[in-house]
């Protein structure tokens, strides 16, 4: 496995930082899903349906449904189903990938309804589950392609949850979209292709094995280098030769039995 191999942080640290990215995703998502409540017991109150603002394939007037389809749904149970996914595989995302996640989300409301938009069958599509069918294939390959500790495990937990998302992308029940399921679940793919490596991955500590090997490759390196010719810049030459290495001549004081005799007259 391709993991990191960078040095750790203080372990309290890391745990503190760790459990405040989770409560920020699990705030995120918490708030979407409240929001989703607000305007299906808003829409109740006023005996209104917000089924015009849905995606109708092949209208121009159905990309409306584009920005807003995610928000609206059919009955309470609708939203029921779609309630646990979204906070669940929202905060994963957010908590592991708090900027790809941003930019995942993006592209998943978009991509998606722009999708149901072109191959929808002619009625309204409304509903957050092609987001969440998108996290769900954002978070899942997200683990296969990143493959460090926290990814693999929130991967895992995606799959075990939720892993029947791969057999709603394809027609089973009659009003359900799953074009809606189909376009999101794509987009989520792409968005963990694209943006895989935008978040950093996480340090961990390094094994015996690997220092032993860190130290083997050192020493092996540090053999080679001892047998490797100087380069030709660093070979001294004489007419360059550096002026602190120049000899000097040191005065010495001659012996008395040392001195020249007398000159004879």
């Known amino acids: 496995m391709d993991l990191p191999v960078d040095q750790p942080l203080d372990p309290r640290l890391q745990r503190q930082r760790d459990r ?18 607000w305007i299906l017991m808003i829409e109740s109150a006023l005996g209104a349906s917000f089924r015009g603002l849905a995606v109708y394939p092949g209208e121009p007037s159905g990309l409306i449904g584009v920005l807003f389809a995610p928000l609206l749904h059919g009955s309470v149970e609708h939203l029921l189903a779609n309630t646990l996914p979204l906070l669940v595989l929202g905060t994963l995302s957010l908590a592991l990938y708090p900027r790809a996640s941003l930019r995942a989300v993006l592209l998943i409301w978009l991509a998606s309804g722009l999708g149901v938009w072109l191959i929808g069958r002619p009625s309204f599509h409304l509903g957050a589950s092609g987001l969440g069918h998108g996290l769900m294939f954002f978070v899942f390959l997200m683990g296969l392609l990143r493959r460090d500790r926290a990814s693999v ?3 895992f937990i995606a799959f075990f949850l939720y892993g029947g998302m791969l057999v709603t992308v394809f027609p089973r029940e009659a009003g359900v979209s799953w074009e809606y399921h189909l376009c999101g679940a794509l987009a989520g793919g792409l968005a963990a292709i694209l943006w895989r490596r935008l978040d950093p991955l996480p340090p961990r500590k390094k094994y015996s094995w690997e ?55």
Do not use: C, Y
């Open 20 to 37: 405040r990215r989770l409560r920020r995703g699990l705030l995120g998502s918490g708030l979407f899903v409240v929001a989703l409540w």
């Open 153 to 155: 495990a929130a991967a």
């Open 211 to 265: 220092l032993e090997e860190e130290l083997a490759e050192l020493e092996r390196q540090r053999e080679a280098d001892s047998f490797e010719p100087p380069r030709p810049g660093e070979v001294p030459v004489l007419w360059q030769r550096p002026a602190e290495t120049r000899g000097q001549v040191l005065p010495f004081r001659r012996r008395d039995d040392d001195q020249p005799p007398p000159p004879i007259h």
